[in-house]
């Protein structure tokens, strides 16, 4: 037997209804920004160079993950991004090297999907400094555990990267790694810093 | 057809369970032993103490080693040493209440009788207090903010007697003072014959003959007696591979950071990274408070800007501040027991789905690492903590879950606990004859203090055991 009401043209709107229009209007909008990038092509800000040679990163993942760990490290990350100080691409691959497989194809289904999250039509690589991190904010205290997590791979594969260049610890007053070996220029071991013991102190 | 050689007994693994086993059964049997090891063997010119060159070559996934959601990141080594090549080198004893909770998981321990390898294992690595002269300023303030609000603390004991303070233990000692397994337990055991196969990872046992048949890539080796002590997420994960079942009762001690911000450069890249423990939360030595230790921690740029939660300009800041912080690191012995399977490509999967029990007590820490901070002399204290970063005034309104908070560990334990499914009451595989679980995946709950030398003591009398069954 039919249910009459399930096949009736003309019935109002139901609460599913809405759903169902919701899930293909947005459905529709992701397909057409995945076209237009597909045309367009990646989208690295302005002027910013790629490192050749990437194994595990695509040109547009790279774009998107440079994007992505400037805006997360700060400012004076892409001063350095852009005198070619720091290529976080670079490092991000290295760091995918040493990973399982499913693992690697898990980071780049994040950074694809951290890239069609925004609402306009030019991905998060294409949003202004403001804009970057209001939807990176909006990531990290997200209510859904999976925006957190991308947020976290993105927050320690960016930091790291930046942190264990030079420009990285002129930031932040790193003198740099006391070394043994000769072929490297650095501080002697011991304690530079003295102080007085308070008695208290067991 | 695989290279095959024959031996009396072969150790898998040469961390602090494994390379304590490989010494003393090669003191009984000499060349008889064979001592596996999936990672390769570095010598001290080997690490060149740059932290993006010595991290992905030395830990367990390039460091990205973590739980299945990601939130708790798990710090392990791979290499000849296992993690006591990259650990902090501290020294703590069994404590008292270790027995009684061991004994009332299952497992067969006395401290009275770990003694005497408590002992040897400290005579071997040349553990000493670390003195006064070489605690950085960083534990130094730690312990004075602990000693102005009357929490009992104390200088920590170490296995690095003579260490020129680099402040790199964690990348590899450079200089040959870091006395970890690779330059003690080791050498003892190749000295006594043992033979050593570093970058030669297990696949698989099989049961042969009363015997077991130990199948690497190219290569395969025939035992009369095997003992596993690969470290907490590989051992289980061999004997899953191998079809034993393993994987239950995963454990850690969860960690996580905050720092004090003060006037003064504190600079805590120099020196020993971690000296001061302060105990006065902790359960363990006769203290009765909520489980956790605080130690002081230091950390060199590359691993530190990956703590703070924090993102852009705010990021940046935390970075200019980088010199002016003191660092404190939660211990906890957490309550959560989660699991290790065999993932996609022989990949660990690691649940641990985190309890509310450990999670409302990481609050509590972030409060008393304020007031410690404070009372030391701090403007402030950075937490890595989402929505909160710098706070002068103990938190009271964060919320503490996966996501939202740093957490790592790098005490993981369990997966195959003594008293459990996997092995007996003191580290036979239950249902196999010469197979032997001995490393900190036996461990039935974490300890509750820095483990190196309870790893090492307990691995030491477990091959005595060996032995003595064995002749």
Redesign the interface.
């Known amino acids: 037997m039919t249910d009459n009401h399930d096949v009736n043209p003309r019935r109002p709107l139901r609460r599913r209804d809405f759903l169902k229009i919701g899930v293909a209007v947005l459905g529709g909008y992701a397909l057409l920004k995945v076209s237009v990038r597909s045309v367009v092509g990646s989208t690295p800000p302005a002027g910013m160079p790629l490192p050749p040679d990437l194994k595990h990163l695509h040109a547009r993942h790279a774009a998107i993950f440079s994007a992505a760990a400037i805006?997360?490290?700060?400012?004076?990350?892409e001063a350095a991004y852009r005198n070619g100080r720091w290529l976080p691409a670079r490092?991000a691959d290295?760091?995918l090297?040493?990973?399982?497989?499913?693992?690697r194809g898990l980071v780049r289904m994040a950074l694809n999907l951290f890239e069609e999250s925004t609402w306009g039509m030019t991905g998060f690589s294409g949003l202004g400094a403001q804009a970057q991190?209001r939807h990176?904010?909006s990531w990290?205290?997200s209510s859904l555990?999976m925006k957190?997590?991308v947020?976290?791979?993105l927050?320690?594969l960016g930091?790291?990267s930046?942190?264990?260049?030079s420009a990285?610890?002129e930031?932040?007053?790193?003198?740099g790694?006391?070394?043994?070996?000769a072929q490297?220029e650095?501080r002697a071991?011991?304690?530079?810093?003295t102080?007085q013991?308070?008695a208290?102190?067991? | 057809m695989a290279n095959v050689e024959r031996c009396k007994a072969i150790v898998i693994g040469s961390g602090a369970g494994g390379a304590p086993v490989a010494a003393r059964l090669a003191e009984a049997w000499g060349d008889g032993v064979v001592l596996l090891e999936a990672g390769p063997h570095f010598q001290a010119p080997d690490f060149t103490q740059i932290e993006r060159e010595m991290m992905p070559k030395l830990y367990a996934g390039a460091g990205t080693q973590a739980t299945e959601d990601g939130s708790v990141a798990i710090l392990q080594a791979s290499c000849v040493g296992g993690t006591t090549v990259v650990n902090d080198a501290l020294c703590l004893r069994p404590p008292p209440e270790l027995e009684p909770r061991w004994k009332a998981l299952g497992a067969e321990v006395s401290l009275q009788s770990l003694a005497p390898y408590v002992a040897q294992v400290e005579r071997e690595l040349g553990v000493e207090q670390i003195p006064q002269a070489m605690t950085n300023r960083a534990n130094y303030l730690v312990g004075l903010g602990a000693a102005r609000l009357g929490w009992k603390g104390e200088r920590m004991h170490h296995n690095a007697a003579g260490c020129p303070e680099c402040g790199l233990r964690h990348l590899g000692c450079a200089y040959d003072t870091k006395r970890s397994m690779n330059l003690t337990f080791v050498p003892r055991a190749v000295r006594a014959g043992a033979r050593l196969k570093p970058s030669t990872k297990v696949e698989r046992l099989v049961s042969n003959a009363g015997g077991w048949r130990v199948l690497c890539a190219d290569m395969e080796f025939e035992a009369e007696h095997v003992v596993v002590a690969a470290g907490v997420v590989q051992t289980p994960m061999l004997l899953l591979k191998s079809g034993i079942p393993a994987g239950q009762g995963f454990q850690m001690h969860l960690q996580t950071l905050a720092w004090g911000d003060f006037d003064d450069p504190v600079d805590g890249f120099n020196g020993i990274p971690m000296a001061y423990s302060v105990l006065e939360f902790s359960d363990v030595y006769g203290h009765t408070g909520p489980g956790y230790m605080i130690e002081g921690v230091s950390t060199q740029a590359l691993g530190f800007s990956v703590q703070p939660q924090a993102q852009g300009a705010l990021h940046e800041e935390i970075l200019r501040r980088y010199r002016y912080l003191a660092g404190a690191m939660m211990v906890l012995r957490a309550s959560t027991r989660g699991t290790i399977r065999v993932g996609p490509g022989d990949r660990p999967r690691i649940d641990f789905p985190l309890e509310a029990h450990d999670l409302q007590r990481v609050l509590p820490y972030y409060q008393r690492a304020t007031e410690m901070f404070m009372a030391a002399g701090a403007r402030r204290v950075l937490l890595p903590h989402r929505q909160a970063h710098f706070v002068t005034k103990p938190p009271t309104d964060l919320e503490i879950g996966p996501g939202r908070t740093f957490f790592y560990t790098a005490h993981p334990f369990g997966g195959a606990c003594r008293g459990g499914p996997t092995v007996d009451a003191v580290g036979r595989v239950k249902g196999q004859r010469n197979l032997w679980v001995l490393d900190a995946s036996a461990f039935p709950e974490a300890p509750g203090v820095n483990p190196q030398i309870i790893i090492c003591s307990v691995a030491l009398e477990g091959a005595e055991r060996l032995l003595s069954e064995a002749a």
């Open positions: 805006a997360m490290v700060g400012p004076a990350a490092d290295a760091m090297e040493q990973m399982y497989e499913d693992q991190q990176l904010a990290s205290s555990a957190r997590s947020w976290g791979m927050h320690a930091c790291s930046f942190s264990g260049t990285g610890w930031v932040m007053g790193y003198p790694p006391c070394l043994k070996s490297y650095g071991p011991g304690q530079s810093v102080f013991w308070d208290r102190v067991p």
